[in-house]
């Protein structure tokens, strides 16, 4: 049972370890943290959706608000400087990056949701990995949706949930880590 304990307790410390190095390469701009826009309740947008109003979409609700806010303090405790963030066109990812409050918001076209043939999941995600083809000088933020998430890494991620990935982009991306609110 002791060996079982030691085990498992070594498997937390290499966790850790990685995730310490995924952040450390995210400070340096070796990496890019992907995040699934907050809570907006819902799958899709209703009928009628129009990308200039946010009445047509499915926006965030309180708690994706909070999650929002949680994201920008957890950043800023990993770093203090310039960080460089990247929006879907989308409301509810405009809004999850405004509510981070850690850098100004640059929509990015190649982050807009292709759900329902909204758009086309291959010239984004191709889009996507020329953009991203070389490391930063900062770390970057990406917030975007489901699909273009899991059309990049395979993970399908919950709300709020986010990768770090590393730069140059690849496809599929190589994952340094799985980050969510929850873990420090």
Known sequence: ??????????????AAVADDAAWQAWREGKAVLMLRHALAPGTGDPAGFQLQDCQTQRNLNQQGRQQAKAWGQKLRQHYSGDIRLYSSQWCRCLET???????????????NS?????????????????????????PLVLVSHQVNFTALTGIFPQSAAGAILALPLTQPAKVLASVSLDER
């Open 114 to 138: 292709f759900f329902a043939g909204r758009g086309d999941g291959q010239q984004q995600t191709q889009a996507l990995l020329d953009y991203f083809a070389k490391p930063g000088e900062m």
């Open 1 to 14: 049972m002791r060996s079982l304990f030691c085990c498992w307790l070594l498997l937390i410390s290499a």
């Open 97 to 111: 990056a405004q509510l981070m409050a850690i850098a100004p918001v640059q929509p990015l076209p190649a982050l």
